[in-house]
């Protein structure tokens, strides 16, 4: 079994060499080179699937001769953890790195096989050449198939921290919008060399962008998600430098979804747009170097390994190799049209740019310190989570309230009377939220909570208005009944329409930070015996009954709390602590009541054999927003993806929608 | 062994196949018989017809002014047609 992995990755490594090869030379022999390339695209993702599937069969049938089966698993751990377990592995997270890049590499050639004619052979050279690097680390740095010299009974088991629903669909998410953004880097790479760049590329990368964006903004919230029910330190950010590797090219993604919006309709921003793409791609690099170089700290990392110089070449080739392209195609890269005015939709996109890239630079330097710090000083100085709160709350502010500015402003330039008309609701709306807060809540007793809940009011209103204002339109100009018209502005622009249901998913998300980080409460509780209580936050928690199990895998100490506001029961509640025998390793298993208004979150600390427990309560309010929040970005993002309304002019002669506006 | 071995000779022949077929037998039936050239003066075209009716609808909402929206609807038409006349030059039977 190892020999078939080994030779699937040996044959992947020659394939995707001869797809660079032959893609390449049909630039100058023609098709039947480019369709031999192609064909060695689609053997490359079959064989990389070969090798996934071997290592896949080897966790599932308990082949403890694999190192990785070994240290990851054990022959007692559900099936569905021995699947995720590929992933828990530095080799494993790699080969699943891999394989995805191969089945997009393997997409973007069917989807492209009448299209794009002209880009797709450097496109399928730069994604097999990225291919051919992780090919090379697999078959010859960090081999996912190793096997050991002696056979042992059984395996050591996945770490209880790995063995979480969300540690299941976390990482392959988040890897599907780490390696998508590696599309768009190879068609933004065969413009370049191919010399095309008009707003073609952009259009053919859309999606791709699009899709990579979602996932990683879906996987960074389920790693959040996991980090709160496993971590037990009360939250779900802390700024590790491993969350900051993810979020750091969302960030810049982010930039590039909005900034060529500006290139499509007004015809700037090119070189920005190039720089943006091979910026995102590196830092989706960079991310995957830091986890696995062992240069940082972080529960998220992998062990030390020599992966890191590896990486840092690759990524200096990918820079050095994407810097040099854009600088000698400058001339052809010229803007159309330049900025008329600093109150116009391209200034706020640019506005909304800069901001972005100074979160990402700041995220950036704060993650990296501490290794240029110990480089130059020879002591590692570690950026506290201070440095980044104090940074990403007031640009995060800012970028909040652009949401809302930039789809009511007009493109080229904004009158005073327009701007009046547009924003005069909205304006209404905040101060009206300010007001209601001051009355109703204690919201102002954070004054940065109180401006994030004002302007998630104003960019709600923006966003409403917005909507109200396509309805209006489709309604008096189609004549369709309301609910049509409201329902069919996501047919008719699905980018724009589901774009502004991402902004709401975004709104709902800050709500959800400004509440959860400057209104949390906590306390640690020693409770000495049965009917003992405690208070936190208003909340009176009795100490009810010890629980103690056991099983042949793990064995369980708990506590039941009965949990009191005024007087009335709220809910029972559970913590536990879990000791597996086959790693003996523990984990906390945190009892969380959630609801619109609050989490109650409790971790058991200890439980002494005299029946003292000693539990940490966290009190913070309106987390679930930010789970809330994640669906929303969710069904946002597959509106702007679907292909409901496309036009299909295609090869027919005949365009589906007839272009009725336009006369030759 | 001889299990491993066959698997690892029809990885190898599969992708041998895979890569040689259109080098062996250039005319590919199974290929899409749509004209590059023709498709991504269609994609342009899809392009072009998309963009003025966006430009259309943010003149209506109000995005764009009445002099805003003559300039570039004016400019992207005289796009479409142009796409339009190059579509008609490489189909004139249709």
């Known amino acids: 079994m190892s020999l078939v992995g080994r030779a699937a990755l040996l044959l992947v490594l020659a394939s995707a060499v001869y797809a660079i090869y032959a893609a390449l030379r049909s630039r100058r022999d023609g098709e039947a080179w480019q369709r031999s390339a192609e064909g060695a695209v689609y053997a490359v993702f079959g064989l990389a699937s070969m090798a996934m599937g071997t290592l896949w069969l080897g966790l599932l049938t308990d082949q403890f001769q694999f190192r990785n089966v070994q240290e990851y698993t054990s022959s007692s751990l559900a099936w569905y953890f021995k699947l995720s377990a590929l992933w828990g592995s530095q080799a494993g997270s790699l080969l699943l790195w891999m394989w995805i890049l191969t089945m997009f590499a393997a997409a973007a050639v069917v989807l492209n096989r009448s299209r794009n004619r002209e880009l797709m052979p450097v496109v399928v050279a730069v994604l097999m050449g990225i291919a051919v690097f992780f090919a090379f680390l697999l078959s010859f740095v960090s081999s996912p198939f190793e096997t050991l010299a002696t056979v042992p009974a059984d395996g050591r088991g996945l770490n209880p921290l790995l063995q979480n629903p969300y540690m299941v669909i976390h990482p392959p998410i988040l890897y599907l919008g780490y390696v998508g953004l590696a599309v768009p880097f190879a068609f933004a790479m065969a413009a370049l060399v191919e010399k095309r760049l008009d707003s073609a590329w952009i259009s ?48 810049v993604a982010t930039a590039f979804l909005h900034s060529v919006m500006v290139q499509e309709r007004r015809g700037m921003l090119r070189v920005w747009n190039m720089s943006l793409v091979v910026l995102t791609f590196s830092l989706a690099l960079f991310g995957t170097f830091l986890t696995r170089s062992g240069i940082i700290a972080s529960v998220h990392a992998f062990g030390e390994s020599t992966l890191g110089v590896w990486f840092l070449g690759f990524i200096a080739i990918v820079l050095g190799g994407s810097v040099a392209l854009i600088v000698a195609r400058l001339p052809l890269l010229r803007s159309a049209h330049s900025l008329e005015s600093f109150i116009s939709r391209e200034a706020v996109f640019l506005y909304n740019n800069l901001l972005l890239l100074a979160l990402a630079f700041a995220v950036f330097w704060g993650t990296i310190f501490p290794v240029i710090s110990e480089a130059a000083r020879g002591s ?77 009011g104003f960019v709600a209103a923006c966003i409403v208005s917005e909507y109200w204002r396509g309805t209006k339109a489709r309604h008096a100009g189609k004549g369709l009944s309301w609910p049509r018209a409201f329902f069919g502005l996501f047919a008719q622009n699905q980018r724009r329409y589901g774009g502004y249901l991402v ?157 009725e506006t336009v006369s030759a | ?56 609808f943010d003149h209506r909402t109000g995005h764009l002014s009445d002099d805003d929206y003559a300039a570039l609807d004016q400019d992207e038409r005289a796009r479409a047609i142009k796409l339009l006349r190059q579509k008609e030059q490489l189909t004139p039977n249709e």
Do not use: C
Not at chain 1, 596 to 605: F, K, Q, S
């Open chain 1, 380 to 456: 590692r100085i570690t950026v506290g989570t201070g440095y980044y709160d104090q940074i990403a709350v007031f640009i995060g502010v800012a970028l909040l309230i652009l949401t809302g500015v930039g789809p009511l402003i007009p493109w080229r330039k904004a009158s005073l009377n327009a701007l009046r008309r547009r924003f005069m609701v909205p304006l209404v709306v905040a101060a009206s939220t300010g007001v209601l807060l001051a009355i109703f809540t204690p919201a102002w007793e954070n004054w940065i909570a109180g401006l994030v809940f004002v302007s998630a």
């Open chain 1, 204 to 251: 053919s990368v859309r999606t791709w962008t699009i899709a990579s964006w979602a996932f990683l903004a879906i996987g960074i919230l389920l790693g959040s998600r996991w980090a709160y029910e496993e971590l037990g330190w009360g939250g779900y950010w802390a700024w590790d430098p491993v969350e900051n590797a993810a979020f750091m090219p969302w960030l």
């Open chain 1, 503 to 659: 902004h709401l998913g975004v709104v709902v998300l800050f709500i959800g930070l400004a509440g959860s980080s400057a209104f949390s409460s906590s306390g640690d509780l020693v409770l000495n015996g049965q009917g003992e209580r405690g208070e936190v936050a208003g909340y009176t928690f009795v100490y009810e009954e010890s629980l103690r199990t056991s099983d042949e895998h793990k064995g369980t100490v708990g506590v039941k709390l009965g949990v009191f506001r005024d007087g009335d029961r709220v809910k029972t509640m559970e913590p536990r602590t879990n000791f597996y025998f086959a790693d003996q390793q523990r984990s906390t298993e945190i009892a969380i009541d959630s609801n619109l208004e609050r989490d109650v979150y409790i971790v058991l600390v200890g439980l002494s054999e005299g029946g003292v427990a000693r539990v940490s309560v966290f009190v913070n309010p309106m987390v679930m927003w930010l789970w809330i929040a994640g669906v929303i970005i969710t069904i946002g993002s597959v509106i702007a993806l679907l292909p409901l309304n496309r036009r299909k002019s295609a090869t027919t002669g005949v365009p589906a929608t007839p272009p």
């Open chain 2, 1 to 56: 062994m001889i299990f491993t071995i066959v698997i690892i000779s029809a990885m190898t022949l599969g992708a041998l196949a895979l890569i040689a077929r259109p080098l062996l037998a250039p005319r590919d039936s199974g290929r899409s018989a749509v004209d590059p050239v023709l498709r991504e003066l269609d994609d342009a075209l899809d392009r072009s017809l998309d963009s003025i009716d966006e430009i259309s």
